[in-house]
């Protein structure tokens, strides 16, 4: 039973690019959740997508988008990244009906030069 | 403000030695804390989830309290190993709030 999967592992990209990471979620999850871990600081709520939508969302600004497929796998896009945006992005997959059992994926590292 | 304060932001101990790591929360309302392992590198993996009826909750050498009235959380590890040693990270659920997590070093 494969558990939550990210790719890639690392990423290293300037200032101004874009960025798309994506995750499978664990076998029989339907509900995807992004997160941003800045070095030495605690996960951040980005997004929550469920049944293909954006369900909840944290206070991150519009350059960051998501989208969920029908096969619930998910990507997190950014746009016009900037230094700070240089941190560990996590993707954690749950069932809506016991959204409170999060399974984090191993991350995607972001570098921004 | 939804917050949680961890602390100590960071430890070393020995092999074989105990420790307790402590979460304040002031998320309202409260709905569960859990209390995660992160290895370097790694996502995070769930050790103990507790409701408010709940005071204490073990997984193994890791022990858990919760004070509700003082919105307090003590993660306590019995006889480390080297394998704890990791980021610990409190997440309360009311608005889901993650603190900054306790780095511990266990060394032989």
């Known amino acids: 039973d494969a558990g939550v999967t990210q790719s890639p592992t690392h990423l290293i990209k300037t200032r101004g690019q874009q960025v798309t990471l994506r995750c499978s979620p664990k076998?029989?999850?339907?509900?995807v959740s992004w997160y941003q871990q800045a070095l030495g600081q605690g996960p951040q709520f980005i997004f929550q997508?469920?049944?293909?939508?954006?369900?909840q969302r944290g206070n991150f600004p519009d350059r960051f988008s998501g989208h969920q497929f029908p096969n619930y796998s998910s990507e997190l896009n950014v746009n016009a990244l900037l230094l700070g945006d240089s941190a560990l992005y996590l993707c954690?997959?749950?069932?809506?009906?016991?959204?409170?059992?999060?399974?984090f994926g191993p991350g995607t590292r972001l570098t921004v030069l | 403000k939804n917050q949680v304060e961890q602390s100590p932001q960071s430890l070393i101990i020995l092999e074989g030695k105990n420790c307790t790591l402590q979460?304040?929360?002031?998320?309202?309302?409260?709905?569960?804390l859990r209390w995660y392992k992160q290895d370097t590198g790694r996502g995070p993996v769930s050790l103990t989830i507790m409701t408010f009826s709940e005071n204490t909750k073990s997984n193994g050498r890791y022990t858990a309290t919760l004070d509700a009235d003082t919105k307090q959380s003590s993660l306590h590890i019995t006889a480390s190993q080297l394998s704890d040693s990791a980021s610990y990270i409190c997440?309360?659920?009311?608005?889901?709030?993650f603190g900054a997590g306790t780095t511990v070093t266990v060394r032989a």
């Open positions: 076998s029989g999850h339907d509900t």
């Open positions: 979460c304040n929360y002031t998320v309202s309302p409260f709905s569960n």
């Open positions: 954690a997959s749950s069932l809506v009906v016991a959204a409170d059992t999060q399974y």
């Open positions: 997440v309360v659920k009311g608005q889901l709030s």
């Open positions: 997508y469920y049944e293909e939508e954006e369900r």
